[in-house]
């Protein structure tokens, strides 16, 4: 994929105060989709990588302190906050993978590059948390049917309390990198680990109640731990459906609408489409011009919507817009295209 835009005319024919403009748009390659443009965009999966591993190790760890517990107390609201942590630390494998396939350029067959790889891995991450409440649940019910007193009752208190600080401090991590770079997957995946911080604090409530003598504190602690991981797993897969689906925030489309329309020589603003590919935005657009207008004066105003959209939507890459003439009195095609201009 070039990162140049090569374009046969001359100057386009607009005001003095735009001409500069338009003389470095045709003199020079294009700002936002040369060297800084992938940089930024290899700078957020970088991050995005940094935030996957740092929490790696956090939960791995966490995990690990909390499967020493759990072998000595034998506390099943324990070890359903120890599977889900470790579960949680592991998702960041397909993540990562995602995020080193989004790196890769597009190609004759992937002509849009491997960035959806990140919807993936956010669909791996609800089948993850899917298999987790249920392995949590039928372990509660297994033993509210058949109870058991919890062993060394302090310890398992102090697992949980550990389990809620790094499970916190992950989550907080996760979703700041994640809304950053906007990636679903990441702020799906700080999500978990927020909830299992909760379950964690529910495990500590369910170590008092073993501490008074009540055997099934535990289980129903359980109970509440699986009912919390179902919480966070419709939350997840609504964020991940909705990016598979294409959906973006209504906000961005408005915010695009109206940068469109404060671009001089656009009269009206058509169609209008944005998507997420990985946690990159790109554009299509359909603007109005006067029908008087030349071709080369068309797709300076073009070029014009396309700078306004990339400055002023949050995390866009790429725009197509199209320039259409408006229709003359009694016409019956309004949609003959002047020009179209594209940022690949």
């Known amino acids: 994929m070039s990162d140049h835009h090569h374009h046969d005319h001359g100057h386009h024919h607009h005001a003095p105060s735009g001409l500069r403009h ?3 748009h045709l003199l020079t390659p294009h700002s936002h989709e040369t060297a800084d443009k992938l940089d930024s965009t290899l700078e957020s999966s970088a991050r995005g990588m940094r935030a996957l ?3 790696l190790a956090v939960l791995g760890a966490t995990a690990l302190a909390q499967a020493v517990v759990v072998a000595l107390s ?3 609201a324990l070890l359903g906050d ?5 579960a949680d630390a592991l998702t960041a494998v397909p993540l990562g993978i995602a995020f080193l396939l989004g790196r890769r350029a597009a190609t004759r067959r992937f002509t849009y590059g491997y960035g959806r790889a990140e919807d993936l891995a956010g669909l791996v991450i609800v089948l993850t948390i899917a298999a987790s409440a249920v392995f949590a649940g039928w372990t509660a019910i297994e033993r509210l049917l058949d109870p058991r007193p919890v062993q060394h009752v302090p310890v398992v208190a102090v697992a949980a309390l550990v389990g809620f600080a790094g499970n916190e401090w992950v989550a907080r991590y996760r979703i700041r990198v994640g809304r950053d770079i906007g990636s679903a997957a990441l702020v799906a995946d700080g ?14 409530i369910g170590a008092g109640g073993s501490a008074l003598g009540w055997q099934l504190a535990d289980p129903i ?20 459906f909705r990016r598979v689906m294409d959906a973006v925030d209504p906000a961005l489309v408005d915010r695009a609408e109206h940068a469109l329309r404060h671009v001089e020589g656009v009269r009206e603003v058509g169609e209008l489409r944005l998507r997420w590919i990985g946690h990159r935005l790109r554009a299509e657009i359909a603007v109005v011009v006067d029908g ?3 071709v080369r004066q068309a797709h300076g105003i073009a070029v014009d919507a396309e700078h306004a959209l990339l400055h ?6 790429a725009a197509l817009v199209h320039a259409d003439p408006a229709p003359r009195p009694g016409e019956d095609d309004p949609h003959l295209t002047l020009a179209h201009h594209t940022a690949a």
Do not use: C, Q
């Open 82 to 86: 120890t599977v889900h942590n470790a």
């Open 53 to 55: 591993w740092v929490s």
């Open 74 to 76: 034998g506390s099943v």
């Open 221 to 240: 602690v359980g109970l509440a731990i699986t009912a919390a991981i179902a919480l966070v797993l419709r939350d997840a897969a609504r964020e991940v």
């Open 191 to 204: 999500l978990h680990a927020r909830t299992d911080g909760f379950t964690s604090l529910a495990v500590l």
């Open 292 to 294: 008087d207008v030349t």
């Open 22 to 24: 338009r003389l470095s």
């Open 312 to 317: 002023a939507v949050p995390r866009l890459t």
